[in-house]
Every structure is written in structure tokens, then in C-alpha cells.
């Protein structure tokens, strides 16, 4: 069957959750301003799973008019009843690079006591490159959250803040695995004779996968 703007308005405006989740996800394959416009009615509507997938599909979708997607972002961002939503907002204010929005992610990193909305949060920092989020990710980076950690640790690696080198390099000793191969991606984008210095070491990692990527980032600093 033809995918046409009729034929995914008809699924969206389905009384059935299921068949308007269909409609998300068929908007990729019709023209974006459109599906723009076709989405905005479900970013907030009464079902969580339709919320979630909309709200994630403004990731892509938010870039037809960025100041209707901040504004949308922000309201599921502080309102919406569920972390999976609020976290996908963090996701696509991320995705979207919407500077705008940092205080924001700040103001609800601080209030929530959600680690799902706190991680999603801390990796759009990465994405956003905003020098301000240094401050948020170094207090991210001592969370007693292992996955709060390794998103914290890559996303000062994507900030490019050279300042993040002597905070990171302790992590190279740190018992889970995942966070020194995020430590050695970061610290192959950082650059600089410490991080070197420290990939040299980790080229000697107990972990294979850690060892390959350290040598394969050293490649970038020979």
C-alpha cells in the first residue's frame, strides 16, 4: 500500500493507540514538512507510548521550525506525567542542538530524582556543545550512578573542554570496563600529551575491547 499525508493523517487520528503509533512512524517516509506539521497534535497526547514516539521523532522532524520544537520540547521536558517522555525531550533538545534550552536541562537535572531523565540529560550536553554544561557534566561525573558516569565521561569527551583531561584520567583504573572505553574515546578526542599519555597506558587494558580502542585512538595522535 502507497504511504501518502491522507493515508498516515487517517492512522494518527485512529482512536486506536496502536495504529497511531503506526502513523509515527510511517511520517519518515513522507515529506518532512508535513510530518511536522502532522505530529504536533500527538506530542501530547493521552497515551505514553504515542507521546514518547513523537516526541522522539522531533529529534529529526524539530529542524522545520525550531522554535515551535523548543517550545513543545520544553512543555513535555517539565510536564509530561512520564521519565521516558521527559527523557526523550532531553534526547531531541540534544539531537536538535537547541542552546536555548540549557538552563532547562539544568533546572530538571538538579529537580528530578530520575537517573533515566538525569542520563538523557547528560548526553545531550554532549550534543549540544554548550560551554555551560561543563559545570553539570563534572557533577555528573561523580554521580554514584555507573551509567550517569559513562555518559559524563563521553559527553566531556564530545564538550572538547580541555579542562575535563585531569578529571577524566582517573577513570582509567575504574572496575567497570565500559567507562574506560568511554574514557578512551573521550580522551582521543580531547588530545593533548596527558590524555596520550594515558591511552599509552590503557593500550595494556585488561579488556580487549578497551585495549583495541585506545590503540585505534592513538592513531589519530602519533
Do not use: C
Amino acid at each position: 500500500m502507497t504511504i501518502t499525508p491522507e493515508s498516515v493523517k487517517e492512522l494518527l487520528d485512529s482512536d486506536n493507540f496502536g495504529d497511531r503509533i503506526r502513523g509515527i512512524n510511517q511520517l519518515r517516509q513522507i515529506e518532512p514538512l508535513i510530518a511536522f506539521e502532522l505530529i504536533k497534535p500527538l506530542i501530547d497526547d493521552k497515551n505514553t507510548r504515542v507521546r514518547y514516539a513523537a516526541v522522539s521523532q522531533l529529534d529529526t522532524l524539530g529542524t522545520q521550525d525550531l522554535t515551535t520544537s523548543l517550545a513543545m520540547l520544553r512543555d513535555r521536558l517539565f510536564n509530561d506525567p512520564e521519565p521516558d517522555v521527559q527523557a526523550a525531550a532531553a534526547d531531541a533538545i540534544g539531537g536538535l542542538k537547541l542552546t536555548e534550552a540549557f538552563d532547562d536541562l539544568e533546572k530538571t537535572y538538579h529537580q528530578t530524582s530520575e537517573w533515566l531523565i538525569q542520563f538523557s540529560i547528560v548526553a545531550a550536553l554532549g550534543e549540544l556543545g554548550e560551554p555551560r554544561g561543563f559545570e553539570l557534566l563534572t557533577e555528573a561525573l561523580q554521580s554514584d550512578n555507573n551509567l550517569l558516569q559513562t555518559a559524563a565521561v563521553g559527553a566531556l569527551g564530545e564538550l572538547g573542554d580541555n579542562r575535563a583531561i585531569p578529571l577524566l584520567i582517573p577513570f582509567a583504573t575504574h572496575k567497570d570496563w565500559q567507562i574506560r572505553y568511554r574514557l578512551v574515546q573521550a580522551l582521543g578526542k580531547l588530545g593533548g600529551a596527558e590524555a596520550v599519555a594515558t591511552l599509552q597506558k590503557l593500550v595494556e587494558d585488561d579488556v580487549d575491547q578497551v585495549a583495541q580502542e585506545a590503540k585505534n585512538n592513538l592513531q589519530y595522535h602519533s
